[in-house]
């Protein structure tokens, strides 16, 4: 049996759980929403990912004897033990029963709206907060970060080389993942290229060119070597002078029937470099070679270089992706939005904050994405109990928002029923493609890198008015 990944989770998590079986509700239904109230990145959007991760998890939920027993040695502040046997025995038959919907994998998504919605006995919902935050929050923050890079090279390849720089082992195979749903070409990660399927692609290090008494003597033995993957690193010393030997050994290279992929560029005024590089592979006939480039780069960075006319068409992006350097972590939260009691009618549920963009939404929710002429128009946030929902929305920013003549279609999709898998879901390719024709259909104003138009999101007229009641009714007791 393969290890168990039941203790992914937080202490208190656990404790709740006691204390739910200890009061007599463990098996009242609830139903939590996953979502985030930010777009990451100060962007207009972000990518849903990490669903097929959250599916696995799932399917193998289950606590083991092992982990009933580490559980059994926790004690509290009195020195006696934290968890009781009635408990423990409880968690040892405890599986995964629950209803769970999700929007899919490389959907776009936005603030507010659930990304998940799972429903079933109170604890195994509360048990699943965090591994499911923290399988959803990382990818989705990724695969975003990697979208807007891809945005910013306009086409041109991505290469993810981020890997001795991730936070980790499992941060890097995530990474990776996520990189590739977001848009990204290949990864340097082998071990993410075996488990997932992703295109490989890497050159070598300066350490490769130090290694041999001058710079041409090392292309020339990279080429013998690797005749089939020569792409050079040229600013081991003198980067122009680099670009000249390449060039003489990539001629050496077609004479032998090969052919020189590229260069690679990886510090210096990468502009201008790359600028003068073109110039030199042209004029050697070598209009077909790459220029790739690498070094902290970023959607910024990219957007920046290209504005200065750079000649780079490979694009490596390693630390500021895989770490998502200037927003680490997304923010996302998973809330109570629904209990009853076996037998009994639902009670709504929010969270009242001072913060108005920290009130959560009650109900049983459910998206519906409007499109107009094909592109994404707006979206409306309902809850299943009111049945369908009109056409007509007030925005969360107070703009009022009408349909008549669109297309919807309701983003949140069965993935578990009463425990039993039900969604096929899609390979790793299906989702990347997947991302690619959402972004297509967002239109531009919210897909810019700075200051991008607030897409329309609101709630329906009705989930508006109840969670004004709860609201009031809250702020009176």
Excluded at 6 to 28: C, I, K, R, S, V
Excluded at 110 to 117: G, M, Q, S, V
Excluded at 257 to 272: E, F
Excluded at 281 to 298: F, P, R, T, W
């Amino acid at each position: 049996m393969a290890s168990s990944r039941a203790l992914l989770t937080d202490l208190y998590q656990l404790t709740m759980a006691n204390g739910y079986f200890q009061q007599g509700l463990a098996e009242h239904e609830t139903v939590f929403h996953l979502f985030y109230r930010r777009n990451p990145f100060g962007g207009g959007y972000a990518l849903a990912s990490g669903l097929p991760l959250v599916m696995e998890f799932l399917q193998q939920f289950r606590f083991q004897d092992d982990d009933l027993q580490y559980l059994s040695r926790l004690t509290g502040n009195d020195g006696r033990p934290l968890f009781e046997a009635p408990f423990l025995r409880y968690l040892q038959g405890l599986r995964f029963t629950c209803d769970l919907h999700a929007i899919p994998d490389g959907t776009v998504v936005f603030p507010h709206e659930p990304l998940l919605r799972i429903q079933g006995p109170i604890i195994l919902c509360q048990l699943l907060e965090t591994p499911l935050l923290n399988l959803i929050n990382f990818h989705t923050l990724i695969a975003t970060k990697a979208a807007r890079i891809c945005q910013a090279t306009e086409g041109e390849p991505v290469l993810e080389f981020g890997l001795r720089r991730a936070q980790g082992e499992d941060g890097a195979m995530a990474a990776s993942r996520a990189a590739y749903v977001g848009g990204v070409a290949a990864t340097s990660n082998v071990l993410a290229g075996k488990r997932y399927g992703i295109p490989v692609r890497g050159t070598h290090a300066h350490s490769w060119v130090m290694t041999f008494s001058s710079e041409e003597d090392a292309f020339r033995a990279y080429a013998e070597a690797m005749p089939n993957n020569c792409v050079f690193l040229v600013d081991t010393y003198d980067t122009i002078e680099g670009v000249k030997k390449a060039i003489a050994v990539g001629k050496e290279l077609a004479e032998k029937g090969h052919r020189m992929v590229g260069i690679r560029l990886d510090s210096g005024d990468l502009a201008a470099l790359s600028i003068e590089a073109r110039r030199l592979l042209d004029a050697a006939g070598m209009e077909d070679a790459a220029i790739v480039a690498s070094n902290d780069l970023d959607e910024y960075e990219i957007t920046q270089l290209k504005a200065q006319g750079a000649r780079i068409n490979v694009w490596g992006v390693g630390t500021r992706l895989v770490t998502a350097y200037d927003q680490p972590a997304l923010g996302g939260v998973y809330k109570l939005s629904a209990i009853r009691a076996p037998g009994e009618a639902w009670q709504y549920r929010l969270k009242l904050s001072e913060q108005p963009i920290k009130v959560s939404n009650p109900g049983i929710l459910q998206v519906r994405r409007f499109f107009r002429d094909g592109m994404m128009a707006g979206d409306m946030i309902y809850n299943l109990e009111d049945g369908a929902p009109g056409l007509r929305f007030e925005t969360f920013g107070g703009a009022s928002q009408v349909f008549e003549g669109t297309e919807a279609q309701d983003l949140l999709q069965p993935v578990f029923d009463r425990g039993r898998l039900v969604y096929l879901g899609r390979d790793i390719h299906q989702i990347r493609a997947h991302a690619q024709a959402q972004l297509a259909q967002l239109p531009a104003p919210y897909r810019r890198l700075q200051a991008p138009d607030t897409y329309p999101t609101g709630l329906s007229p009705q989930l508006q008015a109840l969670k004004q009641r709860l609201i009031d009714r809250l702020a009176s007791d």
